[in-house]
């Protein structure tokens, strides 16, 4: 795969001080800060007429905190935002924001739309965001648009991240970085932008390598983003090309009691993931009068993934020792020509391997108008779009052998059956039309209104004749209504109602039978049909900025609640670690409150955002959990209503504070707060939970001339032992001993970072 992407590595690197950019992150409201309200880029209304708490996070922020993906930066700022560990691997985070996921792994209840430069990131098999397949290096503006936004389409139930990238226009000249810290980890990154007349280019490449801090964890990572814009007068016109590759290995979680006697211990292994992208966007805008224009976007993408994952096997030697063969527990398996497989092979490990192929392609259009309506400012968008994609997916199962490390040895005997080999194809189609206006009532009082309609199909073919195929079609309107009023200058409050849906996806349609539960992403048993998921959000708030003298003092507060019918969950149901099916639950509601300040007092940087975020079920539910210490006789749990969801923390909390000792250095210090979670599996909140945990980190920066900068910084200064994400599985097929089904994914311990960053 390597090879693939033949791509120059330059020096470069990930970090510097403390997220204390220029302007401030998360948001600059000393200036009018312009907010796309559209996935088309170029439509954008000034937040404070915006009547959602809108976070603009500032793009140095990504150097300043040492995070390897935009998620990491939205975690480092944003109080109602958390990350969870489930794939063992700090390339691939899952992120929640307001207890929706944008996650890269199957078994997330996904519910943020996100986009780069208008591009769709969310995959069309699972909704699924790759974070390491986006440049994060590459982006110039990052922002959140909280609530269940209707314009920005299907998955938006809590929220829209919009990535604007970088062109030749925005970023001139070249810097590069280069840095290097604990466990073999390095990173190198250059970039350049210049301007040719109309013509702006822009390219950067990062590297990365990381031998990991836990068992066989070696991971490498390589992007790549080109961009040429082109601007003349009311017409400007760009193409952006992302190319990336990764080779992650993602460990996942491990039994409790294991990580109490080796906090870097893996439960088995292998387990690597190969993500391979590249993607081409589009895009263009021209101004057909000073109130009048026109927006597009296009995009393709071409993402290939493969798994090779090391399991325990639930295969043993069938209950009659004279057969002299292998059973499940399904009784005799058989390998791909329908021969019973001999128990002298052993047989209590298993390689699943799949292959995921994945085209998608989509186009936007919209009219902007900017002006007066009836002697008021206005500003309307009108737009449609379509999202389509197209996925061949096929798995297969290789019996192993377990070492005496937990890796599988493979033994070249593949399995046959439906629930050892999958080939599936999935064609999905999203159209929607949207409109959205602001209208100033008057200077200080600004109504918005916007809606969207969405119609969706998933068209699954099971290419082996199985129970897989099946047709699904989704449609709905999704309207929005809200005020914001500028009470003083540097005061604004606002309310706000929207409502969003989500369909299922096609991973989803596939593994939605109770009675067979499948091993995602490994599996897909059976197509019951699923219902959407409908989300709907009341948000109150207000945002200003107080005189501060020579400095400045900006905060705001946002309260929420987002109720959910049908939401789609993943139940962990089966008796090995990672199996279950996703289901419908009845209803799901999260409410929280978000608080933030971000100040800059003479040679002080100071910043505090806390989120808190309730995300509970809001109705009783049966539903399987085997693994549950309360679960009865045939292995189901009682849900009750106001139970919490899995793997979101009731409180979050980031602060930091940065001071200047000189023109030429500064030091500084941030703290990362979490409060329990509860763990995938435990719906019924019955065990334990995945304890709290604060992490403190320390940093400093020197300039040794203009253009030439060190930089240095410890995470986890004080080595805290620390869980971020957890499951329920049966570890006594390798651990008879062990009585705890608890899984947990542990926090990386202390590590430092540093290197040397360029400017010319």
């Not at 924001?97 to 098999?125: H, I």
């Not at 798995?395 to 080999?421: D, I, K, P, Q």
């Not at 435990?682 to 320390?698: C, G, L, R, T, W």
Request: glycine residues 12%.
């Amino acid at each position: 795969m390597w090879r693939r992407l033949t791509l120059g590595i330059f020096p470069a690197v990930i970090f510097c001080p403390p997220a204390f950019a220029e302007d401030g992150a998360p948001v600059s409201l000393g200036e009018v800060v312009v907010v796309g309200v559209a996935p088309v880029m170029g439509s954008g209304v000034d937040r404070d007429k915006l009547p959602v708490n809108v976070q603009v996070v500032d793009p140095a922020a990504l150097r300043a905190t040492g995070p390897q993906s935009a998620a990491d930066l939205l975690n480092a700022r944003l109080g109602a935002v958390s990350v969870a560990d489930y794939a063992g691997n700090p390339m691939q985070p899952s992120l929640s924001f307001r207890g929706f996921n944008a996650s890269p792994t199957l078994g997330d209840s996904e519910g943020l739309a996100v986009y780069q430069n208008g591009m769709r990131l969310n995959e069309s098999f699972g909704d699924l965001v790759n974070w390491d397949m986006n440049p994060s290096f590459a982006i110039d503006k990052l922002q959140v648009l909280p609530g269940s936004n209707p314009v920005f389409g299907l998955n938006a139930l809590g929220g829209a991240v919009t990535l604007k990238m970088k062109n030749g226009f925005t970023n001139p000249g070249t810097d590069g970085e280069i840095a290097a810290g604990s466990f073999g980890r390095a990173r190198t990154m250059v970039e350049t932008g210049q301007q040719f007349g109309g013509f702006g280019f822009y390219t950067g490449v990062a590297m990365q390598t990381d031998d990991g801090w836990r068992q066989s964890s070696r991971s490498k990572l390589i992007q790549n983003y080109t961009d040429l814009a082109f601007r003349k007068e009311a017409l400007e016109l760009g193409v952006g090309v992302t190319l990336a590759a990764s080779d992650l290995s993602g460990l996942g979680t491990s039994p409790v009691q294991l990580l109490a006697e080796n906090r870097s211990a893996v439960f088995t292994s292998p387990d690597q993931t190969q993500n391979a992208l590249a993607a081409i966007d589009l895009r263009g805008s021209y101004e057909l009068s000073d109130s009048l224009s026109l927006q597009g976007g296009a995009y393709y993408r071409h993402l290939r993934t493969a798994t090779h994952n090391g399991d325990a096997s639930g295969i043993s030697a069938c209950a009659d020792p004279n057969d002299g063969i292998l059973c499940d527990d399904n009784g005799p398996i058989t390998d791909r020509a329908g021969n019973t497989i001999s128990s002298a092979l052993g047989g209590n490990g298993i390689n699943n391997n799949t292959v995921t192929l994945t085209q998608s392609m989509g186009a936007s259009a919209q009219i902007t108008h900017e002006g007066r309506v009836a002697a008021h400012a206005n500003h309307a968008v009108f737009g449609v779009s379509t999202d389509q994609g197209w996925t061949d997916y096929n798995t297969n199962a290789e019996l192993g052998e377990l070492s005496s490390s937990r890796a599988v040895v493979g033994s070249g005997v593949y399995l046959g059956g439906s629930s050892y080999s999958v080939s599936l194809g999935a064609h999905n189609a999203y159209y929607g039309a949207y409109v959205s206006d602001t209208f100033s009532l008057t200077d200080h009082l600004h109504l918005t209104a916007a809606g969207r309609f969405n119609f969706a199909q998933q068209d699954l073919q099971d290419r082996l004749g199985g129970a897989l195929s099946g047709k699904h079609d989704y449609q709905r309107f999704n309207p929005s209504l809200g005020l914001a009023w500028q009470v003083v200058d540097g005061l604004t409050t606002y309310v706000n109602y929207s409502e969003a849906n989500r369909v299922p996806t096609a991973a989803e349609l596939s593994c939605a039978d109770p009675d067979q539960p499948c091993r995602v992403p490994n599996a897909f048993v059976s197509d019951p049909d699923l219902k959407q998921v409908i989300a709907r959000t009341w948000e109150i708030g207000a945002r200003g900025r107080l005189p501060a003298g020579t400095g400045r003092v900006e905060w705001s507060l946002a309260a929420f609640t987002t109720k959910s019918t049908d939401d789609i969950i993943f139940v962990s149901s089966g008796s090995l670690l990672g199996s279950g099916y996703f289901t419908n639950a009845a209803a799901t509601l999260r409410q929280g409150l978000e608080a933030g300040l971000d100040a800059s007092l003479g040679s002080w940087r100071l910043f505090a955002d806390y989120g808190l975020v309730r995300a509970t079920f809001d109705s009783p539910l049966t539903i399987q959990s085997p693994n549950n210490t309360a679960a009865d006789a045939n292995g189901n749990i009682q849900v009750r209503r106001g139970d919490r969801l899995p793997g979101i923390p009731l409180h979050t909390l980031k602060v930091g504070a940065e001071y200047a000792l000189s023109d030429q250095w500064s030091v500084g210090s941030d703290l990362r707060f979490s409060s329990d979670r509860v763990i995938r599996g435990d719906e019924s909140n019955s065990m334990p939970k995945i304890p709290a945990f604060a992490v403190v980190n320390a940093s400093s920066s020197y300039r040794l001339r203009p253009g030439l900068e060190l930089f240095f910084r410890v995470q986890n200064i004080f080595d805290r032992k620390y869980a971020t994400a957890g499951t329920l599985g049966n570890p006594t097929s390798l651990f008879p001993s062990f009585t705890d089904t608890r899984f947990e994914s542990p926090g990386e311990p202390r590590s430092f970072w540093g290197g040397v960053r360029v400017a010319f």
